[in-house]
């Protein structure tokens, strides 16, 4: 079993910056691939970013690259995402996952989530 908690949500002005963090406990927790996902009022739930805990790839949605980046801090168990040039279209629920497999981008990939914080980008 893996928990996993977010923090760092809240309101900014577009234009501006927040950071997430996902806190990620378990006793397996540091073998799981890790993403993000976010979910705006009335829309699907999509994907945000993506990254392994082995040094390798990371992935990102084509409407956040260049302005949100992964990390993480295998020694914390802890994945970050780095949000810049924040766009009130960014406003969602965003939302920490673990996963076991590939297609890190596919929902249903993974295994965990988290409760989600939420992110408010006014104008």
């Known amino acids: 079993q893996v928990q996993l908690v977010e923090s760092g949500g809240g309101l900014v002005q577009a234009g501006g910056s927040l950071r997430l963090s996902c806190a990620a406990s378990?006793?397996?927790?540091?073998?799981?691939?890790m993403g993000w996902f976010r979910q705006a009022p009335g829309k699907e739930r999509e994907f945000v970013a993506a990254?392994?805990?082995?040094?390798?790839?990371?992935y990102y949605a084509d409407s956040v690259k260049g302005r949100f980046t992964i990390s993480r801090d295998n020694a914390k168990n802890t994945v970050y995402m780095q949000m810049n040039s924040l766009k009130p279209e960014d406003t969602a629920v965003y939302y920490c996952a673990a996963s076991t497999g590939g297609g890190l981008s596919r929902r249903d990939a993974y295994d965990y989530w988290g409760q989600g914080t939420q992110v408010t980008v006014s104008l």
């Open positions: 378990g006793r397996t927790a540091s073998s799981y691939a």
């Open positions: 990254i392994r805990w082995s040094a390798g790839p990371t």
